[in-house]
Nanobody, 128 residues
C-alpha cells in the first residue's frame, strides 16, 4: 500500500511559523525519489510550493515562498518537511505532498518532475 500522510497544519497568526511533515509508508519513501509540496485553495488550481531532489542536494521554491519556506528530507525517518516562516494570509491553503514518478530522476527545472503519488493534505490557515 502506497501512502503519504501530511501533518502539522493549523491556525497561525500572520508572521508566525509552522512545520509541515509528510511521512511515507511502505516503499513509498525511497531515497531515490524527489518529493514536492503543493497547495490549493478551493476553486483555484493547485500551486507548486517547493520540491527537493532525490539526493537532497537541490531544492526548488515558488517565488511567492522563496526566503520564507524551507523544504528538507530525513530519509531515515521517511519524512519530508516544509518549514514555513513569516506566514501571510495568502499562504492559507490545503498543503499536500507528492512523490516523483521516476527513481533517481533529476531536472534543474521543477516543472519537469512528474508527481504521481499524493497525500490527502493538511489545512494551513493564517489569520489574526
Amino acid at each position: 500500500q502506497v501512502q503519504l500522510v501530511e501533518s502539522g497544519g493549523g491556525l497561525v497568526q500572520p508572521g508566525g511559523s509552522l512545520k509541515l511533515s509528510c511521512t511515507a509508508s511502505g516503499r513509498t519513501f525511497s531515497r531515490a525519489y524527489a518529493f514536492g509540496w503543493f497547495r490549493q485553495i478551493p476553486g483555484k488550481e493547485r500551486e507548486f510550493v517547493a520540491a527537493i531532489a532525490w539526493s537532497g542536494a537541490v531544492t526548488y521554491y515558488a517565488d511567492s515562498v522563496k526566503g520564507r519556506f524551507t523544504i528538507s528530507r530525513d530519509d531515515a525517518q521517511k519524512t519530508v518537511y516544509l518549514h514555513m516562516n513569516v506566514l501571510k494570509p495568502d499562504d492559507t491553503a490545503v498543503y499536500s505532498c507528492a512523490r516523483e514518478d521516476r527513481p533517481q530522476y533529476f531536472s534543474s527545472n521543477y516543472n519537469n518532475y512528474r508527481f504521481d503519488i499524493w497525500g490527502q493534505g493538511t489545512q494551513v490557515t493564517v489569520s489574526s
